[in-house]
C-alpha cells in the first residue's frame, strides 16, 4: 500500500511538472535573454543556428546532456546546431582541443558521451594529449591519428575561432546557448534546464518568422 501510495504521489508530481512545463517561458530581453549588440554571423547561411557553449569539466553542461540531447535529435531540417567548447585556459582548454579533435576525426558524435562519463564519473583528468590518446583508443579511435590530429595546424585555427566566437558572444559561463548569433542565455536567465530549451524554440521561431 506504502509503494501504491508513493507511486501516485510521483505521477502527480510528474503530471504537475508536465504541466508547468507546457507554458512557454515569458521572453524578456534583458532577463530571460540578451540580444547581442553586435550579431554574429551564423555558419550555415539560410539555416537558424542554435549553438551550445560547452565545457567536458562542467557538472551543468554534464547534467544537461540527457535534456538536450534528445531535443537536438528531433530539431527541423532548417535549424542548424553546433557545440562549441568553451576555452578560458588551462584544462578548459585542454578539453576544448580535445572535443574539436573528435570532431575533426568524425568520431565526436561516438564518443563525446564517453568522454563526459570519464571526466565527470571516472574522475580522469584528460588534460594530456598521451592520457586522451590512451581513452580514446578504448573507444575504437585510432591512437596515432588521435595525435597527429590534436597536434595539427587545422585544430590550432579552429581552437583560434572556438575562442573568437566565445568573446563576441559574450561567454562567461557554460553551458550557455545562442540563437542565430543575436540570443544568448543560459540556465541561469531561463530557470533551468527545461526552460532553457523552451526558450531556444521560441527564439527559433521568432528567427523563422522574421526570414
Known amino acids: 500500500m506504502r509503494n501504491l501510495i508513493l507511486s501516485a504521489a510521483l505521477v502527480t508530481v510528474s503530471l504537475f511538472g ?13 532577463k530571460t535573454y540578451v540580444e547581442l549588440a553586435n550579431p554574429v554571423p551564423v555558419s550555415v547561411p539560410g ?3 542554435v549553438v551550445e557553449l560547452f565545457w567536458y569539466g562542467c557538472p551543468h553542461c554534464y547534467a544537461f546532456e540527457p535534456v538536450i540531447n534528445p531535443w537536438v535529435e528531433k530539431l527541423p531540417k532548417d535549424v542548424n546546431f553546433k557545440r562549441i567548447p568553451a576555452m578560458f585556459g588551462g584544462p578548459w582548454d585542454a578539453h576544448g582541443q580535445l572535443f574539436l579533435t573528435l570532431e575533426a576525426m568524425g568520431v565526436e558524435h561516438k564518443v563525446h558521451n564517453a568522454v563526459f562519463n570519464a571526466i565527470q564519473k571516472e574522475g580522469k583528468r584528460l588534460t594530456k594529449p598521451e592520457e586522451m590518446a590512451d581513452f580514446v583508443a578504448t573507444q575504437g579511435v585510432d591512437k596515432d591519428k588521435f595525435l ?5 595546424f587545422a585544430i ?6 572556438a575562442k573568437e566566437l566565445a568573446q563576441k ?5 557554460v553551458p550557455t546557448m545562442i540563437v542565430n548569433g543575436k540570443y544568448r542565455f543560459d540556465l541561469g536567465t531561463t530557470g533551468g534546464p527545461e526552460n532553457t530549451l523552451n526558450v531556444a524554440d521560441q527564439l527559433i521561431a521568432k528567427e523563422r518568422a522574421a526570414k
Open 18 to 30: 508536465m504541466t508547468a512545463q507546457a507554458a512557454d517561458v515569458p521572453l524578456e530581453a534583458g
Open 156 to 161: 590550432q585555427g579552429q581552437i583560434k575561432q
Open 47 to 49: 539555416k537558424v543556428e
Open 148 to 152: 597527429a590530429t590534436f597536434n595539427s
Open 169 to 173: 558572444y559574450g561567454v562567461q559561463g
